[in-house]
Nanobody, 126 residues
Framework: QVQLVQSGGGEVQPGASLRLSCAGSGFPLGRYAIGWFRQAPGKEREAVSCVDTIVGTTYYLDSVKGRFTIFRDNPKNTVYLQMNSLKPEDTATYFC???????????????????WGQGAVVTVSS
């Protein structure tokens, strides 16, 4: 069964760091672009970051550039989102996802997503 299993999340103060993990089950993550999306209460889901299969090819939402880093650990079949200098506006449920299309590259839309992680709640509050 093809799954994305997330871990991480939690409640932190502004300026703190968190790392989200997204482990692939039943398929090799390294063959696909993997994205992170988030949805805050009352807001639409938005694409936060993505890592393509081409080394060094990543995408970041403007508001997280310089603070978030996405990276792969292919031997562990896992993609990570390192979030530093967190702000209250980063509060949301974060989902990893993939379209399971080899060569599709990163997309800023969730219209083609075939597999979603279960979500992880991130709360940034003082």
């Amino acid at each position: 069964q093809v799954q994305l299993v997330q871990s991480g999340g939690g409640e932190v103060q502004p300026g703190a760091s968190l790392r989200l993990s997204c482990a692939g089950s039943g398929f090799p993550l390294g063959r696909y672009a993997i994205g992170w999306f988030r949805q805050a209460p009352g807001k639409e889901r938005e694409a936060v970051s993505c890592v393509d299969t081409i080394v060094g090819t990543t995408y970041y939402l403007d508001s997280v550039k310089g603070r978030f880093t996405i990276f792969r650990d292919n031997p562990k079949n896992t993609v990570y989102l390192q979030m530093n200098s967190l702000k209250p506006e980063d509060t949301a449920t974060y989902f990893c996802a993939t379209d399971l299309i080899i060569g599709s590259g990163c997309r800023e839309t969730d219209a083609y997503v075939e597999v979603w992680g279960q979500g992880a709640v991130v709360t940034v509050s003082s």
